[in-house]
Structures are given as C-alpha cells and as structure tokens.
C-alpha cells in the first residue's frame, strides 16, 4: 500500500473505529491498573494502622508492667520486710559481736604447725 492508500484506510470508518476501539481500551486497562494500585496501596496503609495500633497497646502494656514491677522491687527491698523475712522464714538472728568483721581489720587465719 501506498502512503495515500494508508490515509484513506485510517480516514475511513473502520479505520477511525478501529484505533478509537485501541485506544479506548488503552485507557480502561490504565483505569483499571491504576484502581488495582490504589486498593493496594489502601490495603497497605490500612493493614499498618493496625500495626500500629497494636504496637502502641504492647508498649502500654510494657510500660505499665515496667512500673508494677519497680513498685514491687522498692517494697521487696524495704529493710523491715527483709528483717521479716530473714527471721521468720529463714530463721535467721542478729550476729553476736564476735561473728562482725570490721571493714578495716582482717581475719587471723591459723597457720599450720603454728608459724607464721
């Protein structure tokens, strides 16, 4: 064909039918990609939302748990419950003023056969 032949045929109605046809499917492909993206892209930020949500719940969680536990740790450290609890349960007394090492001096360790 010609280049005249070619411009008749794209003139004619079929020719103009066929490349309106083309292109609008063109476009409704386009449409729909781009819908298929935008739900995907929801999808994502939706299903993040809920990440984070959930990982401030656990952080709420922690937090609160960090702070009942330090509440316990002060009232387990408090000296009259350990006294309560050495006596009591443990069984244990005060120590006679021979058993008490001063920071400064040292034990006497016995040598053998009495040399030192």
Not at 72 to 90: F, H, I, P
Request: charged share 25%; proline share 4%; glycine share 6%.
């Amino acid at each position: 064909m010609t280049s005249s032949a070619e411009a008749r045929e794209a003139a004619s109605p079929q020719g103009l039918r066929a490349r309106f046809l083309a292109l609008w499917l063109a476009a409704v492909i386009a449409t729909a990609a781009a819908f298929v993206v935008h739900l995907a892209v929801r999808f994502e930020t939706v299903d993040l939302g809920y990440q984070v949500d959930s990982a401030r719940r656990e952080q709420r969680r922690l937090v609160e748990s960090r702070r009942l536990l330090s509440l316990e740790a002060a009232t387990l450290s408090q000296g009259d419950r350990v006294e309560a609890v050495a006596r009591g349960t443990l069984h244990m007394a005060p120590p006679e003023p021979s058993q008490v090492i001063g920071e400064g001096s040292a034990p006497r360790r016995a040598t053998a056969g009495g040399v030192r």
